[in-house]
């Protein structure tokens, strides 16, 4: 495919998004419009470089990052390397968890609201992506399947002020399981996993990222503001335990996190544990036994989108809600009309730990 070649000096850098382990991402203006830009780096850039434009190239979804330039070539006269970027429009320029955090710090409401814009647009860019035929061949579809956990290192999550969330796929695992090292570590995981020769199970593995994307993004947000979110695995129902945090904490950092959500809170109530207001995820329902497909996640997801396209967003407690079975719901613990999908926040506020009998959060 023949890409519209942008030259540097077209291109106005603003500031960097989000580093991975072979490519920045940062925000740029081009022509008044900010674009995003993607600037591959290391001994294998050239080459990842091409994988990622062979790959992106042949996505066109709502929620994966649309490709719309690249660098020049490189001039076969001059000997010197130059840079390998590719330019996405600026349809998200923001970095999800970072967008996560801002909005944990102002509410429920808000991170409600935007929590689900991003769990839409994770499920809907996953389920596209693996409908593609042609995507993925047969060889890679199994590192994919073997190495699940590493792979899901290769995508990125960008989203807008309003929660709008798009995916960018860098194959950065392709080009390191090139060496035997890599290989062998492979073998080694699918041992340790117990996981069977099952390469076609393409629900499976989205499923899988969908859900490993989500917490991570959750995980990275709480972190951001707390400094010490423990990564946690919510699989089955029963794990959401209240999150005490004891005032007298020796944590300074921490503190003062706490001090900024919730300071009046802090000086109301000086003897007691305080509840910190995280954003979690899980991907099994209540029995811990069934989990969301994709398609499960986006209808409903949609469902509750488009309705709050004709309610007022300050009124979200009063829409009625979809729930299924084997669908995860996003759990507030402390206020039952906001159930809303597979994420649980948890509230520093009490006013809302007086409806729960006995306990202080």
Same mark, same amino acid.
């Given at each position: 495919?023949?890409?519209?070649q ?10 960097? /998004?989000?580093?991975? #382990?072979?490519?920045?991402?940062s925000?740029?203006? $081009?022509?008044?419009?900010?674009v995003?830009?993607?600037?591959f780096?290391?001994p #294998? ?6 994988? *990622?434009?062979d ?26 390397k130059?840079?390998c970027?590719l330019?996405?429009d600026?349809?998200g320029c $923001? ?7 801002s909005l ?6 808000? @991170? *409600?609201?935007?929590g689900?814009?991003?769990?839409h ?22 590192m994919?399947?073997?190495? $699940? ?6 995508f ?13 796929f @860098?194959?950065e695992?392709?080009t390191q ?8 570590? %492979?073998?080694?995981q ?6 069977e ?6 629900e @499976?593995? +989205? ?7 989500i ?5 990275d947000?709480n972190?951001?503001?707390y ?6 695995d919510?699989?089955p ?6 999150i ?5 904490s ?7 996190? %706490?001090?900024g ?12 544990r305080?509840?910190?207001?995280? %954003?979690?995820? $899980?991907?099994?329902?209540?029995? +811990? *036994?069934?989990?969301?497909?994709? =398609?499960? /996640?986006?209808? *409903? ?9 004709? @309610?007022?967003?300050h009124?979200l407690a +009063?829409?009625?809600?979809? #729930? ?16 809303v999908? =597979? ?14 009998s006995?306990?202080?959060?």
């Open positions: 495919m023949n890409l519209h942008i030259p540097r000096h077209k291109i106005q850098f603003l500031r960097q /998004i989000h580093k991975s #382990h072979s490519s920045r991402f925000s740029a203006l $081009r022509k008044g419009s900010e995003m830009i993607q600037v780096e290391g #294998h850039s050239q080459k990842l470089w091409e994988q *990622t434009v790959f992106a190239s042949n996505l066109v979804n709502a929620h994966l990052q649309n490709l719309i330039g690249s660098s020049p070539d490189e001039p076969s006269d001059k000997p010197q130059h840079p970027y330019v996405f600026g349809r $923001r970095n999800t968890h970072h967008l996560l955090a944990l710090r102002a509410g429920a409401m808000q @991170t *409600t609201l935007v689900m814009h991003m769990v647009g994770i499920a809907s860019g996953l389920d596209y992506l693996f409908q593609q035929e042609n995507s993925l061949n047969e060889r890679y579809l199994k994919w399947h073997n190495s $699940r956990n590493v792979l899901a290192n290769d990125t999550l960008f989203s807008n002020d309003l929660g709008h969330t798009t995916i960018a @860098t194959p695992f392709e399981c090139n060496d035997p090292v890599c290989e062998t570590q %492979i073998k080694k699918e041992i340790e996993l117990g996981l020769d099952n390469s076609n199970d393409l @499976t593995l +989205g499923e899988y990222l969908c859900a490993t994307l917490q991570r993004a959750f995980h947000a972190k951001l503001i400094m010490d979110a423990p990564k946690r919510y699989m129902w029963n794990d959401l335990d209240d005490m945090i004891n005032q007298s020796d944590n300074k950092q921490l503190g003062k996190a %706490i001090e959500i919730s300071r009046s809170t802090l000086d109301s109530h000086p003897s007691k305080l509840c910190r207001r995280e %954003i979690v995820w $899980r991907s099994y329902d209540q029995y +811990g *036994t069934n989990k969301a497909s994709l =398609g499960s /996640i986006i209808e *409903t997801y949609q469902n509750l989108l488009d309705s709050l396209a004709v @309610t007022s967003s009124n +009063g829409i009625s809600l979809p #729930h299924y079975r084997n669908l995860p719901m996003l759990k507030m613990p402390f206020d039952a009309q906001y159930y999908g =597979g994420a649980a926040l948890k509230e520093s506020n009490h006013e809302y730990a007086k409806q729960d006995g306990s202080p959060c």
